[in-house]
Antibody, heavy 122, light 107 residues
């Protein structure tokens, strides 16, 4: 059964670093065609896709976060992780990890983690 | 960046109604569009990808159409479990951006 699960602190102080890890089970994160993604949902409901690491290790970050964000994957543990530095209250959101599947030119997110609420506050 | 606009933002409808939600992009994206449904407190679930391909297990009352810049999601007969927020998402290029969502509420 395919599952993703985020782990990490739910409260981060302003200017500190947000670190989250996603553990994938039910397959290998090295399998081709998958892009291991980070998506956040703001309190108002909007969804923002902000990063992914591909099955081959290629990474993409949205330009507005590029200087603050890094991602990695650990194939031995079947995990992928993110670090977001210098957080502010604007980074408060539910953070999801997700599997973005692409096949024959068509893509969609077929599995999501349950989401973890991260609050930036002193 | 390509802008995505969903309309309406809110829709009030009754069980059994046929409803159509719209997603417009500021530039053409071919058929590289997916639709997701999100219920309160739950994660989004994919309904349609490739603008019109129904994801496995999704009821046939859901259908998608469109290409280029104008897309629609239609629910042919609204069921109680369909009251939710619906997001479109483009994937022609990075980033795979979401629309702001349409919330479907019970009239």
């Amino acid at each position: 059964q395919v599952q993703l699960r985020e782990s990490g602190p739910g409260l981060v102080k302003p200017s500190q670093t947000l670190s989250l890890t996603c553990t994938f089970s039910g397959g290998s994160i090295s399998s081709s065609g998958y892009y291991w993604s980070w998506i956040r949902q703001y309190p108002g409901g909007g969804l923002e896709w902000f990063a992914y690491v591909s099955y081959s290790g290629y990474t993409y970050y949205i330009p507005t976060l590029k200087g603050r964000l890094s991602t990695s994957m650990d194939t031995s543990k079947n995990t992928f992780s993110l670090e977001l530095t210098s957080v502010t209250a604007a980074d408060t959101a539910i953070y999801y990890c997700a599997r973005y599947t692409c096949s024959r030119g068509s893509c969609h997110i077929d599995h999501w983690g349950q989401g973890t609420l991260v609050t930036v506050s002193s | 960046d390509i802008q995505m606009t969903q309309s309406p933002s809110y829709l009030s409808a009754s069980v059994g109604d046929r409803i159509t939600l719209t997603c417009r992009t500021s530039q053409g994206i071919g058929s590289y569009l997916a639709w997701y449904q999100q219920k309160p407190g739950k994660v989004p679930k994919v309904l349609i990808y490739g603008a019109s391909t129904l994801y496995s297990g999704v009821p046939s009352r859901f259908s998608g159409s469109g290409s280029g810049t104008d897309f629609t999601l239609t629910i042919s007969s609204l069921q109680p479990e369909d009251f939710a927020t619906y997001f479109c998402q483009k994937y022609d290029s990075v980033p795979p951006t979401f629309g702001q969502g349409t919330k479907v509420e019970i009239k």
